[in-house]
């Protein structure tokens, strides 16, 4: 089991830590459970779908990288398909405040990037900020999206955020977690393909400059980062922060990072570039690459 989820098991109810520790230590548990593995626990536990997502809030917080704030933040998203996904707040000190990943972006990232189509609740151990209020907002859910707080009665998105702007205040008609394509072709090796793979699904409405990273790790593993803007323009997500989303909440550390590579446009109006390369230089990770597809 991974270090960081052996000081909350102990403290699970007995029923729940029996069903869930022989998921959590398969290699680099993918902080994703599906959804005949919540029906399991479920079972086992005797918890409903509400009680069980707090339960696991613990083990989501304990993904968290909190070198600056020290502060965790777990989030579970519910999605349509019944699985559920772990979220944590990621900081990256040696870079700026804006590369930081917010609990429930990471929740709802890693969703997107499993191929998720949409989600129906979000669980948070702490009140979401306005930030990841507009963060929210810009998924295909919209205001109807159910947010679970402790000691709270559920809400929607709408009450946390009264009288909302967003993508359908601006005519946009493709939200966050949407299917879409955006076209790019560029030949190359199978990490190529993956950060071009991850920019033409990018949700860039605002710019029209999809981008996508892709990590290989010392595995062989390919984590896929795919870019999300927002109405609001600053709760957007960089591309690498989605990669690395995926890579922390995965297990991976900085030093399992042994290639990486960017693909936007040569033409786009935004570029990721020079943010890429300066938040992994303050990870010691390698040198970058960067494909610019047609």
């Not at 699985?83 to 969703?111: D, R, V």
Request: charged share 15%; with cysteine.
């Amino acid at each position: 089991m991974d270090p960081r989820f052996s000081p909350v098991v102990t403290t699970l109810p007995e029923a729940l830590r029996a069903a869930l520790t022989p998921l959590l230590t398969v290699a680099h548990f993918p902080a994703m459970l599906s959804a005949p593995q919540v029906e399991q626990l479920k079972q086992a536990s005797g918890l409903n779908d509400s009680e069980l997502a707090f339960a696991l809030l613990p083990l989501a917080a304990a993904c968290a990288h909190t070198e600056i704030s020290h502060f965790n933040v777990g989030a579970i998203a519910r999605g349509i398909s019944g699985n559920l996904y772990f979220g944590a707040n990621m900081e990256f000190p040696g870079t700026t405040m804006q590369q930081t990943i917010h609990a429930e972006q990471s929740a709802i990232t890693h969703a997107w990037m499993r191929g998720e189509k949409a989600l129906t609740d979000i669980t948070v151990n702490y009140t979401p900020c306005g930030h990841c209020r507009q963060f929210m907002n810009e998924l295909n859910s919209g205001t109807g999206l159910t947010i679970h707080l402790p000691g709270r009665q559920p809400g929607t998105l709408g009450q946390y955020l009264p009288d909302a702007f967003g993508p359908r205040d601006l005519a946009i008609t493709t939200l966050l977690l949407d299917d879409i394509n955006h076209g790019l072709q560029a030949d190359g090796d199978a990490l190529t393909q993956a950060a071009i793979a991850a920019a033409n699904r990018s949700h860039a409405p605002y710019s029209h400059a999809p981008s996508g990273v892709a990590l290989e790790m010392k595995d062989g593993t390919i984590l896929p980062g795919s870019y999300a803007e927002n109405a609001a323009y600053n709760p957007s997500l960089p591309p690498l922060q989605a990669a690395l989303n995926l890579a922390w909440l995965s297990g991976y550390r900085p030093d399992d990072i042994q290639r990486a590579i960017l693909a936007e446009k040569a033409t786009a109006l935004l570029v990721q570039w020079d943010a890429t390369v300066a938040t992994l230089k303050s990870l010691n990770c390698p040198a970058i690459e960067r494909v610019l597809p047609a």
